[in-house]
């Protein structure tokens, strides 16, 4: 079944033909009226009815006009958006594209008292044109390509020429190439899985942001950023632990006090792995329970954490116009009417709740999920084995930690392996002039 044959087919009221008569000789122009610009589209056919006899190629109007001949090549460009116009045997495809999208926004989750407020979209052009507009350099290398076996995604390999590891950037080229997956719908999540060979690994091992400028400063240091249609996150790779552990709002205050910011959240994050987790240790422990406030009568109450987690899914799944409800729910589980009937005890009600605002302020979401699992986990292993399974628990941590590189990067870099300069750059934030390259943001 050649390309004319499917689309005639095709029932779906968004796939249209528009069939004209150009100097005796049969035009036909199909596209897709969701996905193409009717503004385009009249332009093309103002311009086709009106041409005079000649090539009808020289009287395409549009900006971006390309002869193929191949029906997978008609298919995939019309149900991206491209215009087809065919006389005879010649095809041509034009570009008049022009998605549905919301308005540039900030991001939600990585929002900042000053700087700039826009954010990325899930139109691929647009997101480039926010990245085209901080990097205003000639090797800026925009690579387009086609990732997916039956249903291809747009990806888009974002990187400076003279800056980017030329072997790192092989390896992604050929990793994406190499991806024969049927479908990348949920794209960026499922394009990580593929490019990285993930598993059941439960740490981020790429960063993502949906802010231009955090995007730009990494291009700008050498990494590549990789945009997949239909989504606002944007990939950046490689990565480190502590490199998804800056925030933008570190770089936007005086360097002293984005240093100050920076170790309150260092500690917030082993605030919200370790605080529940010892208190269990001082309990079963009595030496310890001098630095915690201990009720040995209630032996099982960090099962507050598996509350607390609860109701988190449950806030992500609740609509709008059930919150007042959720706030009830979550009050009688967790508040005094919970603390009267002897489920839970103030004190690690109180321990809990610091954990989790800990983990409120964890600048990655995906982090601050892994780091919660990797807590309750923790308060089972010392429950069942005390002091023992504490250390052995973070022996192992540790290792899995250390023995994870994603292309070749060790992921506790700068710890593992120790690099002074850049640890102290991390933990510091320098004036813009006194940083090196791996300290930037």
Not at 272 to 292: G, K, N, T
């Amino acid at each position: 079944m050649n390309f004319i044959e499917e689309v005639q087919k095709n029932i779906s009221f968004d796939i249209a033909c528009r069939q004209l008569m150009i100097h005796q000789k049969e035009v036909d122009v199909y596209y897709a009226t969701s996905l193409a610009s009717d503004r385009m589209i009249a332009t093309l056919i103002k311009g086709l009815a009106f041409s005079p006899k000649g090539d009808l190629q020289n009287y395409l109007l549009n900006g971006d006009v390309k002869e193929v001949q191949t029906d997978q090549e008609l298919k995939e460009a019309l149900l991206v958006g491209n215009a087809i116009v065919i006389q005879k045997d010649r095809h041509w495809v034009l570009d008049t594209k022009q998605y549905p999208t919301r308005s540039v926004d900030e991001p939600e989750t990585e929002k900042s008292v000053r700087g700039s407020k826009d954010g990325f979209t899930e139109s691929l052009m647009v997101n480039v044109g926010l990245i085209r507009r901080r990097i205003k350099e000639m090797d800026l290398t925009f690579e387009r390509m086609s990732v997916g076996k039956q249903n291809p995604m747009d990806v888009s390999l974002v990187y400076l020429e003279e800056e980017v590891d030329q072997k790192l950037l092989k390896q992604i080229q050929q990793r994406l190439k190499d991806i024969q997956v049927r479908d990348l719908v949920m794209s960026d999540r499922a394009l990580e899985e593929c490019l990285l060979q993930q598993g059941y690994n439960p740490f981020p091992l790429v960063r993502y942001s949906e802010r231009p400028d955090i995007v730009a400063t990494h291009i700008m240091n050498g990494h590549i950023a990789i945009i997949c249609d239909t989504s606002s996150s944007v990939m950046m790779v490689p990565t480190t632990i502590f490199e998804i552990l800056e925030h933008v709002e570190e770089y936007r205050q005086t360097p002293i006090i984005g240093t100050m910011i920076r170790l309150i959240r260092l500690g917030a994050v082993l605030l919200s792995l370790y605080l529940v987790p010892l208190w269990l240790l001082a309990y079963r422990h009595p030496v310890f329970s001098d630095y915690f406030i201990i009720d040995f009568e209630t032996p099982f109450q960090t099962l507050v954490e598996i509350a607390i987690e609860l109701l988190r899914i449950a806030t992500v799944h609740t609509p709008s116009a059930l919150s007042n409800a959720m706030g009830i729910v979550a009050a009688i589980l967790l508040g005094d009417l919970a603390i009267e009937l002897g489920m839970f005890t103030p004190e690690i009600l109180l321990y809990c709740s610091i954990g989790n605002v800990g983990g409120f302020a964890t600048p990655n979401y995906e982090l601050s999920l892994t780091n919660k699992y990797v807590k309750i986990l923790m308060i089972v292993i010392v429950g069942l084995f005390k002091e023992v399974g504490f250390i052995l628990f973070n022996i192992v941590f540790i290792l899995y930690l250390a023995h994870l590189k994603p292309f070749g990067i060790s992921y506790l870099y700068p710890l593992y392996p120790f690099d002074g300069k850049a640890l102290w750059q991390f933990i510091i934030r320098k004036p813009k002039g006194q940083q090196n390259r791996h300290g930037s943001y």
